[in-house]
């Protein structure tokens, strides 16, 4: 019923919050890990983060490790990233999709799930 896609993102101070929450189709939740890309100008797309909802299992790149924490909520059936002490290397476009497995977040395993959601981090 609801649209697929990404919510949560703004303009932040440098080292403040946003926690970011995606909606992934409904049908096979639990069947595959999802996980969170970011685009920023001029870089390739970069994997964040990945969480299987079904064992909890989580996978973060080192650029993000230890600020920014995934889960997921199987009953509403989303997956939400609280990122925290920001940077301005965080300004980005955020997205989520699904991934081949928790050991192969790095790139999604289809298309994103919306048209993403902008996080902006000052200086």
């Known amino acids: 019923e609801v649209q697929p896609g990404e919510s949560g993102g703004g303009l932040v101070q440098t080292g403040g919050s946003l926690r970011l929450s995606c909606t992934p189709s409904r049908i096979g939740f639990r069947d595959y890990t999802i996980g969170w890309f970011r685009q920023a100008p001029g870089k390739e797309d970069e994997g964040i983060s990945c969480?299987?909802?079904?064992?909890?299992?989580?996978w973060y790149a080192e650029s993000v490790k230890g600020r920014f924490i995934i889960s997921s909520d199987n009953v509403k059936k989303t997956v939400d990233l609280q990122m925290n002490r920001l940077e301005p290397e965080d300004t980005a476009v955020y997205f989520c999709?699904?991934?081949?497995?928790?050991?192969?977040?790095?790139?999604?395993?289809?298309?994103?799930w919306g048209q993403g959601t902008q996080v902006t981090v000052s200086s």
């Open positions: 969480i299987n909802p079904s064992d909890g299992a989580t």
């Open positions: 999709a699904k991934t081949l497995s928790i050991s192969h977040c790095q790139d999604p395993f289809g298309d994103y």
